[in-house]
């Protein structure tokens, strides 16, 4: 069964010969066709060929998170951003192209399915779902009243329900939506398997998870800016938490900019499309204690200005990041590596 083989790194084996650039931490999955990958049991059964390279995990505990992985911390961060954020963010990290690209997993091939787009934001992921699915049937989370000032504004969302809330404590009943879309809002949250097994609980049976996150960089200072900053999951730890939640069918989709030519050394904001199925009604069978985030804790002065300093260093190496590779991409003749 895939949750016994994924319950942890050890069990997942590097497969040779892909053809990725740098030291290769995406571990366990096999392509199947371009771009998408499943766990490695689907096509080994549960043999280990080899010794695990990075057992790793990107993961922290609750208590000790990255900047911004933090609630009152990307609260703050997104009373700022919001301002710019369509302006600013989405173009180098998270074009059109690549949404509509991220979002084919989720099968949105009926007008009436119920969508729920989980730390939604501004809307930009939104507009990608209400081409295919009518704006009445779609409910948009976030936790930043900011934000979702900004997704309020647009035309095209203004039959959609907008309200604000946690990802790690969805304000809807078990079994409700066809669909839970969320898109670049899980490297914030605290306590990432808490948020995707909440995915699994409110969805209805049958139906389809459709998160997109970024991936961890191999690039020693890509590594070192994407550990201080934010969550950046390898892709297995994408896989385990879908499959410990109890999807079925998880199914994991590389994603880039167009100009990074497959390139990933860097890690990505928005790295990866990972898909599962609930195939059985109710709760998910996984059993997790109580939230160990506490927000309200006041944080020293002096811990938070040093994470500000670094999160604010990490944020503009992120900015620049793609704009260095789109250059790359300009003056490396086509058909070399870049
Ligand atoms: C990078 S933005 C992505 C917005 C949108 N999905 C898009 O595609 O443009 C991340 C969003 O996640 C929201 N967020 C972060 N932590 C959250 C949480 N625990 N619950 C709900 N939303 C959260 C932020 O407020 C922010 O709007």
């Known amino acids: 069964m895939a949750s016994s083989v994924f319950t942890g790194a050890e069990n997942l084996k590097l497969p040779s010969g892909l053809g990725f650039v740098g030291s290769n931490p995406y571990l366990g999955c096999f392509p199947t066709k371009k771009n998408v990958l499943v766990p490695c049991s689907r096509r080994l059964g549960t043999k280990i060929l080899t010794p695990p390279r990075c057992a790793l995990s990107a993961s922290r505990p609750a208590s000790q998170p990255r900047f911004i992985q933090h609630k009152k911390e990307a609260f703050w961060f997104y009373r700022f951003l919001s301002i710019v954020y369509d302006h600013i963010i989405n173009p180098g990290h998270w ?32 507009l990608g779902i209400v081409k295919h699915v009518d704006a009445k049937n779609v409910t948009i989370l976030d936790q930043s009243p900011h934000q979702l000032a ?10 959609c329900t907008i309200i604000e809330g946690d990802a790690e404590d969805l304000p809807f009943p078990t079994d409700y939506a066809d669909r839970y879309i969320s898109a670049g809002s899980i490297e914030y949250w605290p306590d ?20 997109i ?3 961890y960089p191999t690039f020693w200072l890509s590594r070192f800016f994407a550990d201080v900053w ?17 999807f079925k069918d998880v199914k994991l989709k590389r994603i880039g900019p167009k100009w990074y030519r497959g390139v990933r050394r860097h890690g990505l904001i928005m790295g990866c499309s990972v898909s599962g199925v609930k195939k059985f009604s109710g709760d998910s069978p996984l059993q997790l ?16 200005l040093l994470r500000f300093i670094l999160g604010t260093m990490a944020s503009i190496y992120y900015v620049l990041v793609p704009i260095y590779m789109w250059l790359k991409d300009l003056i490396v003749p086509k058909g070399m590596p870049i």
Do not use: S
């Open 230 to 246: 934010m969550l950046f999951p390898k892709e297995e730890e994408y896989i385990e938490w879908f499959t410990k939640a109890g």
């Open 95 to 126: 074009t059109e192209d690549m949404r509509d690209d991220a979002l084919e997993p989720a099968d949105l091939f009926d007008r009436k399915l119920k969508v729920v787009d989980v730390g939604g934001g501004t809307g930009f992921t939104t």
């Open 192 to 211: 990432p398997q808490r948020g995707i097994k909440e995915a699994y609980r409110v969805l209805k049976v049958g139906g389809k998870a459709c998160l």
């Open 150 to 159: 900004k997704a309020k504004k647009k035309k095209a969302l203004k039959d």
């Open 289 to 304: 204690g109580p939230k160990v985030e506490d927000v309200k804790k006041p944080v020293n002065p002096f811990t938070f």
């Open 213 to 215: 996150g970024p991936v």
